[in-house]
């Protein structure tokens, strides 16, 4: 947690927009919490963890109010540069005090963030803030598929359709695997980001809890800016900095991913890739 209290953390962050939480997760989680509840009004949404806000950004029109916290004051600082909304406010803290009256929130999201904090402190919390018929969405994501453009320099031929192959396994195997050995040696908590929440999931107690797989979603982007996401978060920027440029494994997934579409030479700027993530959520209410 204290690698995300770094301004350089949070200046990357709000510069890399190529894998977020698009407004389809939103209604995800909104359809969740109108089925759970009759025809009283949404008045208040708090963002758990909201960095810069980007998430909670998708829910301000069904709320009359919403709050965001986060423990890095920079991603606060960008969070307020980034959303004049008068309807939300934004304040440093965490898990611990959240800065609301008792039974008077509507739903409680925190995207990717839950695995950094004390998961008994943030659960007694959401039991406090929470309305009787309030509901808490945590969420985080699974990659599931990579493709990548076999052949993105050659002209296509009418007619002919363009050939794609997947990088899946040399994403897992060079990357996603290494990674989660290191996240797991250092006991750090982006392990469980990783495995999709199980160990948090059989950690909360106190709050109803149900586990569901979310929608799938799909990304564009080029084989520089999947990259760029993973620099953007301070433990994979940790775990990349032990290696020399040649061997660390984001880059050596990078150049085996380039081999794989023919194209070693390419730059990263230019191999075009399509990510598929599988939405995981905690969904919490109270008993
Ligand atoms: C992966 S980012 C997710 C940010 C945002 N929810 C989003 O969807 O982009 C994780 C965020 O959790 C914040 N964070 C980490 N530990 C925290 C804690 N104990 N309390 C509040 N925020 C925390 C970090 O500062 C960071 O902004």
């Not at 929130?105 to 995207?111: E, Y």
């Not at 999709?196 to 979603?217: A, F, R, V």
């Not at 380039?258 to 730059?267: G, I, V």
């Given at each position: ?19 977020t ?10 359809e ?9 009004k ?5 963002d ?12 301000l ?46 739903l ?11 998961a ?55 990357y ?31 709050m ?30 940790k ?12 880059n050596?997934?990078g ?13 990263d ?12 959520v ?6």
């Amino acid at each position: 947690m204290e690698l995300w209290k770094q301004p350089e953390i949070a200046e990357s962050y709000a510069k890399n927009n190529n894998i977020t939480y698009p407004a389809a997760v939103a209604q995800y989680v909104l359809e969740r919490l109108m089925t759970s509840r009759d025809n009283s009004k949404l008045e208040l949404i708090v963002d758990a963890g909201c960095g810069n806000g980007r998430s909670l950004k998708w829910y301000l029109p069904y709320f009359h109010r919403a709050v965001g916290f986060d423990a890095s004051e920079f991603q606060i600082d960008n969070a307020r540069k980034l959303n004049k909304s008068p309807k939300v406010s934004y304040f440093v803290g965490q898990e611990n005090k959240i800065a609301v009256e008792d039974g008077s929130v509507d739903l409680i999201i925190a995207a990717g963030s839950v695995h950094y904090m004390n998961a008994n402190d943030f659960v007694c919390e959401c039991n406090r803030v929470l309305k009787q018929n309030g509901m808490v969405a945590i969420y985080n994501h699974e990659y599931c598929e990579l493709i990548v453009d076999d052949q993105p320099t050659q002209v296509t031929q009418r007619n002919e359709k363009p050939k794609f192959v997947s990088g899946f396994d040399i994403f897992d195997t060079f990357y996603q695997q290494p990674v989660k050995n290191y996240f797991s040696r250092e006991n750090h908590p982006n392990f469980d980001d990783l495995c999709c929440y199980d160990h948090l999931y059989s950690e909360i107690s106190g709050m109803k809890k149900e586990k569901k797989n979310g929608p799938t979603l799909d990304y564009y982007l080029s084989l520089k800016e999947f990259k760029d996401h993973f620099l953007s978060e301070p433990a994979y920027k940790k775990h990349h900095k032990l290696f020399p440029e040649n061997s660390a494994p984001l880059n050596v997934m990078g150049q085996k991913l380039k081999c794989l579409s023919n194209t070693p030479e390419l730059k990263d700027e230019e191999l075009r890739l399509k990510v598929t993530v599988l939405l995981h959520v905690i969904f919490l209410s109270k008993y």
